[in-house]
């Protein structure tokens, strides 16, 4: 191929792509994931004034669908920029952010509130209604969901992921990983353990152990 000719070709390549995905925004974050938890992230993103600059995802399904007005796109294991996961799922969200080098963002809601004293690590998201009191200590990439409520000097570890309308009472710790369903409670000072998970609607009156699934009222470990 002459010099020219391939000129040409790669100019007329990157006008095609130009013209089939829209240039994104550098300054916007890239969403990891295109599933439900992701339409939180996006409007918790909109809502705090950071723009998005893709939506991304691994599953072919999804590639070319609309995410809140942004068309999903491939996930390039390559890709750099600011990002955030977009995946509920505490395992597979820890999965991505291995396999990613993204410098990861923190995100608040405007209608949460932070105490200042609070420690957020990067990656986390705190979505509308949630309380975050003094004291308290937030690892990476945690998901305090809509209208969790976590109480003064709790410590929650890396990954974990508190459903919608949980209770944190003071100084409850909760360790990496570990999910806590919607509605549950955890009284005061109580530890919740690695990779455990609290089922929907529980109240944990005693430590449950690391990896442990506990149900109930009060909460006990469920039979294997
Ligand atoms: C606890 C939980 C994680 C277990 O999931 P699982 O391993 O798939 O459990 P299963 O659905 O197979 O249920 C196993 C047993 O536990 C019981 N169980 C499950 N969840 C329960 C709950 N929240 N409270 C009381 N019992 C429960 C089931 O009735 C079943 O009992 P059985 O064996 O006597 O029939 C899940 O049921 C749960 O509560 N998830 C919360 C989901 C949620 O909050 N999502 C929010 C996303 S934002």
Known sequence: MTPWLGL???AWASAYLAAATPAEN????VVIGAGGHAKVVISTLAASGTPV???????DRKWGTDAQ???VERLERARGGRGIVGIGDNARRREMVQALGLDWQTVVHPAAYVHPSVKLGRGTVVFAGAVVQPGAVVGDHVIVNTGATVDHDCVIGDFAHLAPGV?????????EGAFLGIGSVVCPI???GRWARLGAGAVAIRDVPDEVVAVGVPAMERKR
């Open 8 to 10: 040409a070709s790669d």
């Open 26 to 29: 550098p300054d916007g974050v």
């Open 53 to 59: 600059a893709a939506v991304v995802d691994d599953d």
């Open 69 to 71: 007005g942004t068309r």
């Open 167 to 175: 209770h944190l009472a003071g100084g409850v710790q909760v360790g």
């Open 190 to 192: 109580i530890r919740i």
